[in-house]
């Protein structure tokens, strides 16, 4: 083998052998790092210097301070001439000595002496005017003018001094406790005497700053800390008692409680817009500039006051929206409506009772359209749903013969709604006018049960909007009349998004929007009639404002006739494309497969596994709380601040609720945890316990009633 050639080797390496058992020397942190983390955390640094946006306001606020800082100067030279002659007015009048003399009740015994003192006072004034004049005079001669300027410019200065704002002086208390704040119109002293005018915080209590204001869209953005024991939902409630003592309308007032990590229940947002941010013409909806849309994504529904754009999720929940006429109710119905249409895997059940032609264009999507407000269009909505609750009992039953990588839960998955093997697609019913199938008194036989019509259609409506969504079901429903007697309350309950544009009241406002909102600062009722297109939104699940915000005020977008056709045209092209164009649109208007025996067992169930009596809302918040303190080894009783503070409501409203259902506070002898013993209001669990017991029993007479 020598006339092999050469091999190169592999390399060498040198290591050492180290036992990972043993213990390792600890790394220190290099300095850098923990001087940057320090200052990132230290209070000690100014917020500007850690926040990009914080020193560019910063910077603006440098600059207009600068340009306002002659008018500055010149006031507060201004204030102290008045601190000044105010005090001279004050010694050359003796006031001290006349004011001792007045409490000590010798006023006259020293008024001889009170007036030589003030004629002494007086003579010296001259003599120190006369001084003055001749030494400035002397002065001028021979020095010339240049000391008269030094000295008026140093006799300026002391007098700006004088007139500085400090505290201990009327008018000239300090704003914040933070750093101060240079900006055009949210002027700390303003924001501070505006929060006191509205009694949201104490004459001597002040406002801790979290950030400077700063400018976002159009109009001014601030964060705030209240004083101690203070609460951010007093000022969300008075936030039109704020709007009015800052002088602007409520609707360029935005006030949020800051929740999360970087929140408590004392720090309030706050944004005031320069105008009215809903006084320009509306916007187009973007999905005009799209293709097609994904239903499992949140549908573009409109803008905020900060002009943020709002999405609003529907799968997986319902949507309720309600309105007086001709306030944008169908418009903001169809909008929820567009980014369904435009998803070719989306099944669509349109029921127009206005009979007009809003809706028109959605017959060349929907598997099953109908337009009409006669018995026989009822009747029709009827075995519609009738049909859907077969359909979702039928997909639960296949859910669970589904192996976990298919189906992880008992609920429809983006995957499995677009299987055509599968037949789950997301089917979603819009009913419009929907008080009018739920006022209808046409008779009905149920397996041998005399119903109206209405009853009916409120109870299928009911099942679906508790057992739908999890099966791909999206209910939407809207209606002009949102009161108590035309929407069941057991159907309000149970759908998740509601949009209330203007109504009459806060009553009807609470219908559509939820017990109690009015007392929240949530009333629509307040919303202006020039308005179009704008409502009160309280989503069911995350948005671009946050998915901690119980609710806001929110702008539609604009989607009239023509830009819906298109999107219904769009929305059938997708539909031919992938071969899912089905039932009225495809021209077949095949009868509804019904099981009237398996929806009322259905129906039945749902009814059985809930309670006896349907309770009144205060009620049943009380009967959540409370729990197992209401029974007989529970509490006796409970105070009304306790309620109030858990239930979010104020006192007047919460002792007429609890008045309706037979409640009266009373007084009790209560032990704080510090061991003090003091009487307070309240109300015994006896009594609320009789309350529950009369109103379920009076729920179930009435539907032993109905069904005789």
Same mark, same amino acid.
């Given at each position: 083998?020598?006339?092999?050639?050469?091999?190169?080797?592999?390399?060498?390496?040198?290591?050492?052998?180290?036992?990972?058992?043993?213990?390792?020397?600890?790394?220190?942190?290099?300095?850098?790092?923990?001087?940057?983390? !320090?200052?990132?955390?230290?209070?000690?640094?100014?917020?500007?210097?850690?926040?990009?946006?914080?020193?560019?306001?910063?910077?603006?606020?440098?600059?207009?301070?600068?340009?306002?800082?002659?008018?500055?100067?010149?006031?507060?030279?201004?204030?102290?001439?008045?601190?000044?002659?105010?005090?001279?007015?004050?010694?050359?009048?003796?006031?001290?000595?006349?004011?001792?003399?007045?409490?000590?009740?010798?006023?006259?015994?020293?008024?001889?002496?009170?007036?030589?003192?003030?004629?002494?006072?007086?003579?010296?004034?001259?003599?120190?005017?006369?001084?003055?004049?001749?030494?400035?005079?002397?002065?001028?001669?021979?020095?010339?003018? %240049?000391?008269?300027?030094?000295?008026?410019?140093?006799?300026?200065?002391?007098?700006?001094?004088?007139?500085?704002?400090?505290?201990?002086?009327?008018?000239?208390?300090?704003?914040?406790?933070?750093?101060?704040?240079?900006? !055009?119109?949210?002027?700390?002293?303003?924001?501070?005497?505006?929060?006191?005018?509205?009694?949201?915080?104490?004459?001597?209590?002040?406002?801790?700053?979290?950030?400077?204001?700063?400018?976002?869209?159009?109009?001014?953005?601030?964060?705030?800390?209240?004083?101690?024991?203070?609460?951010?939902?007093?000022?969300?409630?008075?936030?039109?008692?704020? *709007?009015?003592?800052?002088?602007?309308?409520?609707?360029?007032?935005?006030?949020?409680?800051?929740?999360?990590?970087?929140?408590?229940?004392?720090?309030?947002?706050?944004?005031?817009?320069?105008?009215?941010?809903?006084?320009?013409?509306?916007?187009?909806?973007?999905?005009?500039?799209?293709?097609?849309?994904?239903?499992?994504?949140?549908?573009?529904?409109?803008?905020?006051?900060?002009?943020?754009?709002?999405?609003?999720?529907?799968? !997986?929940?319902?949507?309720?929206?309600?309105?007086?006429?001709?306030?944008?109710?169908?418009?903001?119905?169809?909008?929820?409506? *567009?980014?369904?249409?435009?998803?070719?895997?989306?099944?669509?059940?349109?029921?127009?009772?206005?009979?007009?032609?809003?809706?028109?264009?959605?017959?060349?999507?929907?598997?099953?359209?109908?337009?009409?407000?006669?018995?026989?269009?009822?009747?029709?909505?009827?075995?519609?749903?009738?049909?859907?609750?077969?359909?979702?009992?039928?997909?639960?039953?296949?859910?669970?013969?589904?192996?976990?990588?298919?189906?992880?839960?008992?609920?429809?998955?983006?995957?499995?709604?677009?299987?055509?093997?599968?037949?789950?697609?997301?089917?979603?019913?819009?009913?419009?006018?929907?008080?009018?199938?739920?006022? %209808?008194?046409?008779?009905?036989?149920?397996?041998?049960?005399?119903?109206?019509?209405?009853?009916?259609?409120?109870?299928?409506?009911? !099942?679906?909007?508790?057992?739908?969504?999890?099966?791909?079901?999206?209910?939407?429903?809207?209606?002009?009349?949102? %009161?108590?007697?035309?929407?069941?309350?057991?159907?309000?309950?149970?759908?998740?998004?509601?949009?209330?544009?203007?109504?009459?009241?806060?009553?009807?406002?609470?219908?559509?929007?939820?017990?109690?909102?009015?007392?929240?600062?949530?009333?629509?009722?307040?919303?202006?009639?020039?308005?179009?297109?704008?409502?009160?939104?309280?989503?069911?699940?995350?948005?671009?404002?946050?998915?901690?915000?119980? *609710?806001?005020?929110?702008?539609?977008?604009?989607?009239?006739?023509?830009?819906?056709?298109?999107?219904?045209?769009?929305?059938?092209?997708?539909?031919?494309?992938?071969?899912?164009?089905?039932?009225?649109?495809?021209?077949?208007?095949?009868?509804?497969?019904?099981?009237?025996?398996?929806?009322?067992?259905?129906?039945?169930?749902?009814?059985?596994?809930?309670?006896?009596?349907?309770?009144?809302?205060?009620?049943?918040?009380?009967?959540?709380?409370?729990?197992?303190?209401?029974?007989?080894?529970?509490?006796?009783?409970?105070? &009304?601040?306790?309620?109030?503070?858990?239930?979010?409501?104020?006192?007047? &409203?919460?002792?007429?609720?609890?008045?309706?259902?037979?409640?009266?506070?009373?007084?009790?002898?209560?032990?704080?945890?510090?061991?003090?013993?003091?009487?307070?209001?309240?109300?015994?669990?006896?009594?609320?316990?009789?309350?529950?017991?009369?109103?379920?029993?009076?729920?179930?007479?009435?539907?032993?009633?109905?069904?005789?």
């Amino acid at each position: 083998m020598a006339d092999s050639l050469p091999v190169k080797a592999d390399p060498v390496f040198e290591g050492e052998l180290i036992d990972d058992t043993l213990p390792q020397p600890r790394r220190r942190e290099p300095k850098t790092n923990r001087f940057i983390r !320090w200052w990132r955390h230290s209070p000690r640094v100014p917020l500007w210097l850690k926040s990009k946006p914080q020193a560019v306001q910063a910077g603006k606020d440098a600059v207009v301070g600068l340009v306002k800082s002659p008018w500055r100067y010149v006031g507060a030279v201004v204030r102290g001439l008045v601190v000044g002659v105010r005090w001279w007015r004050g010694w050359v009048t003796v006031r001290d000595y006349r004011t001792a003399a007045e409490q000590s009740e010798k006023l006259a015994d020293k008024f001889t002496e009170i007036r030589a003192l003030t004629l002494f006072r007086w003579k010296v004034t001259g003599a120190v005017l006369v001084v003055a004049i001749v030494g400035v005079s002397i002065f001028d001669l021979v020095y010339g003018t %240049d000391p008269l300027w030094i000295g008026g410019v140093a006799a300026s200065v002391a007098l700006a001094i004088l007139g500085r704002r400090k505290d201990g002086s009327p008018g000239r208390k300090p704003a914040l406790a933070g750093p101060r704040t240079l900006t !055009w119109t949210m002027d700390p002293q303003v924001l501070v005497d505006a929060f006191r005018d509205a009694k949201l915080i104490g004459k001597d209590e002040m406002l801790r700053l979290v950030e400077r204001a700063t400018r976002v869209g159009d109009g001014w953005a601030v964060t705030v800390d209240l004083p101690a024991t203070r609460k951010a939902a007093d000022v969300v409630k008075n936030r039109d008692a704020l *709007a009015s003592a800052l002088a602007v309308d409520e609707v360029q007032l935005i006030v949020e409680r800051v929740r999360g990590n970087g929140g408590h229940a004392g720090r309030v947002s706050m944004w005031v817009a320069d105008e009215d941010p809903y006084a320009s013409s509306p916007l187009r909806t973007p999905l005009l500039g799209v293709a097609q849309w994904d239903a499992w994504r949140p549908i573009p529904f409109g803008r905020d006051a900060r002009d943020r754009r709002i999405d609003l999720p529907l799968v !997986w929940t319902s949507l309720l929206v309600g309105a007086i006429p001709r306030q944008g109710k169908t418009f903001a119905a169809r909008l929820a409506a *567009a980014g369904l249409i435009l998803d070719a895997w989306v099944r669509l059940y349109v029921a127009d009772f206005k009979a007009g032609k809003d809706w028109d264009a959605a017959g060349l999507v929907a598997h099953r359209f109908m337009s009409g407000d006669e018995p026989e269009h009822v009747l029709a909505l009827v075995d519609w749903l009738i049909e859907l609750v077969g359909e979702v009992q039928t997909r639960f039953r296949r859910m669970r013969d589904l192996d976990d990588l298919t189906c992880p839960e008992s609920k429809v998955t983006p995957e499995m709604s677009r299987d055509k093997a599968l037949n789950m697609p997301i089917t979603a019913i819009f009913i419009d006018e929907v008080q009018v199938p739920l006022e %209808d008194r046409t008779p009905v036989d149920v397996q041998g049960k005399k119903l109206t019509a209405g009853e009916y259609v409120g109870e299928l409506l009911t !099942w679906l909007a508790k057992k739908g969504p999890a099966a791909g079901i999206v209910l939407v429903l809207a209606t002009q009349r949102p %009161d108590s007697k035309t929407i069941p309350s057991g159907l309000r309950a149970v759908l998740g998004s509601r949009f209330a544009l203007r109504v009459m009241d806060w009553r009807d406002s609470n219908i559509v929007l939820g017990e109690q909102m009015n007392t929240r600062g949530f009333d629509s009722s307040r919303l202006l009639p020039s308005h179009k297109g704008v409502g009160i939104l309280r989503p069911d699940g995350d948005t671009s404002a946050g998915a901690d915000v119980l *609710a806001m005020t929110v702008r539609t977008y604009y989607m009239p006739n023509e830009d819906w056709r298109t999107i219904c045209e769009q929305g059938r092209t997708l539909r031919e494309a992938a071969g899912t164009l089905t039932g009225h649109a495809a021209g077949q208007d095949t009868m509804p497969v019904l099981d009237h025996a398996a929806a009322v067992k259905a129906i039945g169930a749902g009814h059985a596994a809930e309670s006896p009596g349907e309770l009144p809302e205060v009620l049943a918040s009380l009967v959540e709380y409370l729990g197992d303190d209401l029974g007989p080894d529970g509490r006796d009783f409970v105070p &009304t601040a306790e309620l109030l503070d858990v239930l979010e409501v104020d006192s007047r &409203t919460f002792a007429q609720q609890m008045a309706e259902v037979g409640c009266r506070p009373t007084r009790d002898r209560v032990t704080s945890e510090d061991g003090e013993t003091r009487q307070v209001r309240g109300y015994r669990t006896a009594e609320i316990r009789s309350a529950i017991s009369r109103a379920t029993t009076s729920t179930s007479t009435s539907d032993e009633d109905g069904q005789r």
